[in-house]
């Protein structure tokens, strides 16, 4: 069984027979409508969703299948105080496949220990957002026809943006790509991601003027200041405004550039910019509903052993604990999930240890 919690739990090669199959689902869409007739997704949202969701939804309907679930924890029995690992040892026995979503980092993997079925991260915390990255990839690939030789700028909460980190994990394996994190000091990519990238030798500007960087750029992945992470409302008003994308902006950009952004946004793209030919947000948001279609036929396919590939993705730590030590990280699932111990993986690149739910430093 196979479980989509990080975007390197895909190969390459996974990731491409996904965009292609999402390929045919839009240029054919009949021929899945009874794709997944008896299959039933559950979609457990611990945490407000409108794309994501709801083009998960619409992704099973369109496969033949059937939904159920809920949109807020409140309304489920989380309210009483239970924890995910029952919550998902009772919906996998009612479904076949479940979609959720979670402010705690590392939820989805707290599920996928205790799960029947397959899970799929459908965000958690400012962590990984692996769904909305096979959004994006297949939008690039839409409108950009490759992955290699791109300049990406990311701009804005590049330290809360979930969305961000997922995508970086996943251009890195491509040829060619450099990316130029455009951010407040406050809101700077984790200073374990930018590591990862040196250590990779993957060229990676670090700047704070959207505008003297815009005319390098071959994607722009624009993104909302991240307010529900932050502790202090003080800080989330001083830096809420920090890049406000306008049509005057744009006049510095390459003709052929893309902007792209997860969405919800706040303020940080002005309106008038929707009508710019280069403005691609809403045909990504629209392209999420076919990925996620080409994502429960590959999971369900390989949950029944019709289409096994190695999971070659993760190259991730060896499995050596350290006693005691405890994840600092106040996202992290450890600090809420009932009887959840706390476990500490080694990087053997750097001898670091390292949360295994969270990925951040043991203290
Ligand atoms: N991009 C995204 O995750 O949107 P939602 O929060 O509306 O699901």
Do not use: W
């Not at 969703?49 to 939804?57: A, G, N």
């Not at 998902?88 to 959720?100: F, K, N, Q, R």
């Not at 915390?125 to 839409?142: A, E, F, N, S, V």
């Amino acid at each position: 069984m196979r479980h989509l919690l990080s975007i390197l739990d895909l190969t390459v090669e996974e990731i491409d027979s996904m965009i292609s199959t999402a390929q045919d689902i839009l240029d054919h869409p009949e021929r899945y409508r009874e794709a997944c007739r008896d299959k039933i997704l559950a979609t457990l949202f611990f945490e407000p969703s409108t794309r994501t969701r709801l083009s998960f939804e619409s992704a099973m309907l369109g496969l033949g299948g059937r939904v159920l679930g809920f949109s807020d924890a409140s309304s489920s029995s989380t309210r009483k105080g239970e924890s995910v690992a029952d919550t998902i040892s009772v919906v996998s026995g009612y479904a076949d496949i479940i979609a959720m979503r979670h402010p705690k980092e590392g939820a989805p993997l707290v599920a996928s220990q205790h799960t029947r079925v397959p899970v799929i991260n459908a965000g958690d915390g400012g962590h990984h957002h692996p769904t909305q990255t096979l959004t994006d990839l297949l939008t690039i690939r839409r409108e950009t026809g490759r992955f290699e030789d791109l300049t990406i700028g990311l701009c804005g909460d590049l330290k809360f943006g979930r969305t961000v980190h997922s995508l970086i994990e996943a251009m890195s394996r491509y040829r060619g790509v450099r990316f130029v994190l455009i951010s407040p000091r406050e809101l700077a990519l984790p200073p374990l991601m930018v590591e990862e990238l040196a250590e990779q030798g993957i060229p990676c500007t670090q700047c704070q003027s959207l505008e003297e960087q815009m005319g390098a750029l071959d994607i722009l992945y624009m993104t909302r200041i991240q307010r529900e992470r932050f502790s202090s409302e003080e800080e989330y008003q001083r830096l809420k405004d920090s890049y406000i994308l306008t049509p005057d902006k744009l006049a510095g950009a390459k003709e052929g550039m893309m902007i792209l952004h997860p969405l919800p946004r706040v303020n940080e793209i002005d309106p008038r910019v929707d009508d710019d030919p280069r403005a691609a947000y809403f045909r990504q948001a629209y392209y999420g509903r076919y990925i996620r279609m080409a994502l429960i036929l590959h999971l369900l396919g390989q949950a029944e052993g019709t289409a096994v590939t190695p999971d070659k993705g993760r190259p991730r730590y060896p499995q050596n604990q350290l006693p005691g030590a405890v994840c600092g990280n106040p996202h992290c699932i450890t600090t809420i999930e009932q009887g959840l111990e706390q476990r500490f993986l080694r990087d053997g690149k750097t001898g670091e240890y390292r949360c295994l739910y969270c990925e951040s430093k043991a203290e």
